[in-house]
């Protein structure tokens, strides 16, 4: 049987922004899960925001920065990327 390290993709989605979620077991288990997960994700959509970040420094510098997005009302949950590249642009 195959394991799922799910501390491990935890780990990525919460670096990236994003969640992640383990269906498995019996057909049924598994539709039953999957609704909630749909439901939990629909539940996201209606209630998230777009922010805009302009960094002083040059966007080409190819070094990695660290963004921390946090919410004045602790009641409230922020899921965003923690870092970033520098990179090309491609301009």
Same mark, same amino acid.
């Given at each position: 049987?195959? #394991?799922?390290?799910? #501390?491990?993709? =935890?780990?990525?989605?919460?670096?990236? /922004?994003?969640? +992640?979620?383990?269906? /498995?077991? +019996?057909?049924?288990?598994? %539709? /039953?899960?999957?609704?909630?997960?749909? *439901?939990?994700?629909?539940?996201?959509? %209606?209630?998230?925001? #777009?922010?805009?970040?302009?960094?002083?420094?040059?966007?080409? *510098?190819?070094?990695?920065?660290?963004?921390?997005?946090? +919410?004045? =009302?602790?009641?409230?949950?922020?899921? +965003?990327?923690?870092?970033?590249? /520098?990179? *090309?642009?491609?301009?």
């Amino acid at each position: 049987m195959l #394991s799922v390290d799910m #501390s491990v993709l =935890n780990a990525f989605a919460d670096d990236s /922004g994003g969640r +992640a979620w383990l269906v /498995g077991g +019996a057909l049924d288990e598994a %539709r /039953g899960t999957i609704d909630k997960i749909l *439901d939990q994700l629909a539940e996201e959509l %209606r209630s998230q925001y #777009s922010l805009a970040y302009y960094p002083k420094h040059d966007m080409n *510098d190819k070094k990695w920065h660290h963004v921390e997005v946090r +919410a004045k =009302n602790p009641a409230y949950h922020v899921r +965003a990327r923690k870092d970033y590249y /520098g990179g *090309d642009s491609g301009k």
